[in-house]
């Protein structure tokens, strides 16, 4: 045999018996905010320590997409590999998590933190899986503030008439409706639009969103209501993640762990600039907000939200102290 025919059929059959470890494969991790948000922080820490732990056989290809329903469901039948997402729609994929989304049920950030990081984060991402997903870890997207065009908002009085744009979630719709406000649930990507004609007044997000968002440019009002704490979660497709072999799967979830730390780092950092930021911008700020009167008000939600799911579960997320 000729010495380089030797050499190329050596090349072939060393190429063929690293196989598909070798080769460089694209995945892709969607979400609805820019790169200069508390999930562009997360993506690309987790494209970082992704391509850093593979030595660069998996490439991370960030993407937009502010329909999180159609990134969930582009998750679930893989046309896309990963997506950061709000638990705005989750709940229409996995029910379990709904309870997530009731009103002042987290005091604080601690408090949310220490939920999801702890047994009943992991027991609700376990919920994923029937559902042709895999919920890999608790992101956040924060505490969500009402705004709107219309007035000050510091009393559920004050809501009462108000057109507010809510996430597709149930849970949030059935409580702007018993303040006595029009709950009109759409996709974030129909927001501003919706804003700029008038079909709505108002909508409810956390600062980090109406910050990255220049909402301001829409809402001339921001309360300080923190009426629901918004959590995000990183979810996989099944199938891509199925194929994973230990080694890689285990840098999958590093980064996973690094993307929660660089977006709940930056949720932190903008609720500390965001609210003064904002001022700047021309918003006018309540943030003496009734509380106490909008969870009175709340009340027939809160008891339809314990006849609905599970009580027991919304219980003992209510009573979580630390180290419990
Ligand atoms: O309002 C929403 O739909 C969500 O909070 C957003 C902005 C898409 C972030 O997850």
Redesign the pocket.
């Known amino acids: 045999m000729l010495p380089t025919r030797r050499l190329l059929l050596g090349a072939i059959a060393a190429a063929a018996l690293a196989g598909p470890t070798s080769a460089q494969t694209t995945v892709t991790i969607t979400?609805?905010?820019s790169l200069d948000s508390h999930?562009g922080a997360g993506s690309q820490a987790f494209k970082e320590v992704v391509e850093r732990l593979t030595q660069g056989r998996f490439q991370v290809n960030i993407q937009r997409n502010?329909n999180?329903r159609e990134a969930i469901e582009a998750t679930q039948i893989g046309t896309q590999e990963f997506t950061i997402?709000?638990t705005?729609p989750v709940g229409n994929f996995v029910r379990e998590v709904l309870v997530l989304d009731i009103p002042f049920l987290f005091r604080d950030y601690a408090h949310a933190r220490g939920v999801l990081d702890g047994p009943i984060g992991q027991e609700l991402l376990a919920k994923f899986t029937p559902r042709g997903l895999i919920g890999l870890a608790w992101m956040e997207?924060g505490f969500?503030n009402l705004t709107n065009s219309r007035r000050e908002v510091a009393t559920p009085a004050d809501v009462q008439g108000l057109k507010i744009r809510t996430?597709e979630n149930q849970v949030h719709m059935r409580a702007f409706q018993t303040l006595g406000a029009l709950p009109t649930p759409m996709?974030?990507s129909e927001?501003v639009p919706a804003l700029q004609q008038g079909t709505v007044d108002g909508?409810?997000?956390?600062i980090p969103?109406i910050v990255a968002?220049n909402l301001n440019q829409v809402q001339r009002f921001l309360s300080l209501t923190r009426h629901v704490y918004?959590p995000?979660v990183l979810i996989a497709n099944p199938a891509f993640w199925n194929r994973l072999n230990a080694q890689d799967r285990a840098a999958f979830q590093e980064a996973a762990k690094a993307a929660v730390k660089a977006n709940r780092d930056r949720v932190s950092a903008d609720e500390q600039r965001g609210v003064a930021l904002l001022r700047e911008r021309g918003m006018t700020v309540r943030t003496e907000v009734d509380t106490a009167a909008f969870q009175a008000a709340l009340a027939p939600a809160f008891e339809q939200y314990n006849r609905q799911f599970d009580a027991a579960l919304i219980a003992r997320i209510r009573d979580w102290k630390p180290g419990s």
């Open positions: 979400h609805a905010l999930y502010d999180e997402t709000s705005g997207n969500r996430m996709a974030f927001l909508q409810e997000n956390p969103v968002n918004s995000a």
